[in-house]
C-alpha cells in the first residue's frame, strides 16, 4: 500500500474564541512534514449536528441529519485521528461528544491520540475520551501531548506560543509517529480482511 495516509486533526470545540485554533494550528504546521500522510483540519463548526435525536443508535442505523452524514463520510475517508480537546467539567466539550454519538462505523479500527490542555493539561477529557472511543472500536494510543496548566496560562496571557515550549513539539512528534505506524498497521489489516 503506497497512497498516502490519511489523518484527520479534530477540534473539539465550537465555544466563541476557543483556545482549540492555536493548538491545531501548531500541530499542522509539525504534520506538514510527515510526507508519508495528508492531515485534514476538521472543524465541528463545519457539521453543526443536532443534540443526537435518531431514532436508532449509529451502531444500528446510519444517522439521517444532513450534517451528521457529511461528518461520517469524511470520518470514513481518514485513518486516523488526532483530537485536540480542552476540558469542561473534567471531561471533554458536550459538542465533541455529540459528535461521536452520531457515528459508528467510520470511526472502526482506527487509531486515536490527542492533544489536551487546561489546568491538568487536559488528561482528565483525554482519558474519559479514551474510554469512549474504545466503544466506538477506535484504538486510542498511549501518546498524547499534554499542555499544561502554566503553558497554557502563558500562551493565553503572556502572548507566548508554542514555540516557546520545544518539549511540547517534542511529544508531539512522537506522537504522530506511533499514530502514523497504528494507522499503517491497521490500514493494511482492514483492508486484508475486507477482501476476504
Ligand atoms: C464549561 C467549562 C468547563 C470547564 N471545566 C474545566 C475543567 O474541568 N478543567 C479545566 O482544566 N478547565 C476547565 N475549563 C477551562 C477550559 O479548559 C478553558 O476554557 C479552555 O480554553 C477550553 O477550551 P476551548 O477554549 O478550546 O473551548 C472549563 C471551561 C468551560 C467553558
Redesign the pocket.
Known amino acids: 500500500m503506497t497512497d498516502a495516509l490519511r489523518i484527520g486533526v479534530i ?5 466563541v ?5 492555536k493548538p491545531a494550528g501548531w500541530l499542522m504546521g509539525l504534520a506538514q512534514k510527515h510526507t508519508g500522510a495528508t492531515f485534514d483540519r476538521l472543524d465541528l463548526l463545519d457539521y453543526p449536528m443536532p443534540f443526537f435525536d435518531q431514532p436508532k443508535s449509529p451502531f444500528r442505523e446510519p444517522s439521517k441529519d444532513e450534517a451528521a452524514q457529511r461528518w461520517a463520510k469524511k470520518l470514513g475517508e481518514l485513518d486516523g485521528f488526532i483530537f ?8 471533554v ?1 458536550a459538542v465533541l461528544k455529540n459528535a461521536l454519538d452520531h457515528v459508528y462505523a467510520e470511526f472502526n479500527r482506527k487509531p486515536a491520540t490527542f492533544v489536551g ?4 493539561g ?1 488528561a ?2 483525554i482519558e474519559q475520551l479514551r474510554l469512549m472511543l474504545v466503544e466506538l472500536q477506535v484504538a486510542p494510543l498511549r501518546n498524547a501531548v499534554h499542555v499544561s ?1 502554566e503553558q ?1 496560562m502563558g500562551m ?1 496571557l503572556e502572548g507566548k506560543t508554542f514555540a516557546d515550549f520545544p518539549l511540547l513539539a517534542q511529544g508531539a512528534e512522537a506522537m504522530i509517529k506511533e499514530l502514523l505506524w497504528w494507522a499503517e498497521a491497521l490500514r493494511a489489516a482492514r483492508l486484508r480482511i475486507e477482501q476476504r
Open positions: 477540534l473539539g470545540s465550537t465555544r474564541g476557543r483556545f482549540a485554533d485536540v480537546t480542552g476540558e469542561y467539567n473534567h471531561s466539550p490542555y487546561g489546568n491538568a487536559g482528565r477529557a496548566r497554557f493565553l
